[in-house]
């Protein structure tokens, strides 16, 4: 098995910090994705690089894995969720998202994290598209420059209802931006679900090359609402399994269960999520498997 399974810290804001690693790796997962916020690692508080070297000690002495995601609602407005974005119309508003970004690339650097996880924004009123492209590129210039001299990937995520919503969306701002190595794409698996005119399993091969972050819940078509495993539409088993031949691409980034609204009932679903999930996941045939051997489920 090649998949290495997350849960999001933003599924888990009731617990402290320390206890959520230590709950995920009682559990047995790989790693976490972990959401700068003001009750997980707040990158606006004092003596953050000390508080980092503390959270990276405990997920090497927990054995976790780590991508750093940066979708907190109110970490820089306590008034406008989001707010502001990378599409803002104040230069300066823009500009404390670049900052943020790019200080989480470099936490993710001291952490040793796969990636930094963001996503574009909501186009604001009286916009024209090529406005909001040529902001979105002008704000992450910074941000990639920051992940290409630490080696930490952007991977950016389509979002249902943001200027960049989909795959292709991705690929728009991929050729805007000159294609940059440091680039990449955070696929989310219901978000596939809820938008994408292919099915969420081809997403996953279709987007194979540029990936470098999956978030997993459950979903169903045209509704955009993270939901438990089993609540949705999504037939999983074909998209573990695409999922599980990502390693044979290079792929060693975590798949993270996503369910931010949860988190009342957090310890619990990181339980069942990863039953769930474990329990999809094909089987394969040992190469040394008898010939005509056939796996099992």
């Not at 970490?75 to 200080?103: F, M, Y």
């Not at 939901?227 to 074909?238: A, H, Q, R, S, V």
Request: hydrophobic share 40%; aromatic share 4%; glycine share 8%.
């Amino acid at each position: 098995m090649t998949i290495r399974l997350g849960y999001g810290t933003n599924g888990l804001t009731d617990l402290r910090l320390d206890d959520a690693l230590a709950l995920l790796a009682g559990l047995g997962y790989d790693g976490v994705g972990l959401t700068l916020d003001h009750m997980h690692l707040d990158p606006l508080a004092p003596d953050l690089a000390a508080r980092t070297r503390r959270v990276a000690h405990r997920l090497e002495q927990l054995g976790l894995g780590v991508t750093v995601e940066t979708g907190a609602r109110y970490v820089l407005d306590p008034r406008r969720k989001h707010g502001p974005s990378l599409l803002d119309a104040d230069p300066e508003a823009r500009a404390a998202r670049t900052r943020l970004l790019v200080r989480a690339v470099e936490v993710a650097a001291d952490l040793g994290a796969h990636a930094v996880h963001c996503f574009s924004g909501i186009t604001p009123p009286h916009t024209t598209p090529d406005t909001a492209w040529q902001r979105l590129t002008d704000a992450l210039a910074p941000v990639l420059e920051a992940a290409d001299r630490t080696g930490i990937p952007l991977a950016i995520e389509p979002e249902p209802g943001h200027l960049l919503a989909d795959l292709s969306d991705f690929h728009h701002l991929r050729i805007l931006s000159g294609d940059p190595e440091a680039l990449g794409l955070t696929l989310d698996i219901g978000h596939c679900q809820c938008l994408e005119s292919s099915s969420p399993a081809d997403c996953v091969r279709d987007a194979a090359p540029w990936l470098r972050h999956v978030q997993i819940e459950d979903m169903r078509r045209g509704i955009h609402e993270h939901l438990p495993f089993g609540d949705g539409e999504i037939d999983f088993p074909p998209v573990l399994e695409a999922l599980d031949t990502l390693g044979d691409t290079g792929y060693r980034g975590l798949t993270v269960v996503e369910l931010p609204r949860h988190s009342h009932a957090g310890p619990e679903l990181a339980r069942t999520s990863l039953d769930f999930l474990r329990s999809r996941i094909p089987s394969k045939v040992p190469n040394d498997s008898p010939k005509g051997a056939t796996s099992c489920r």
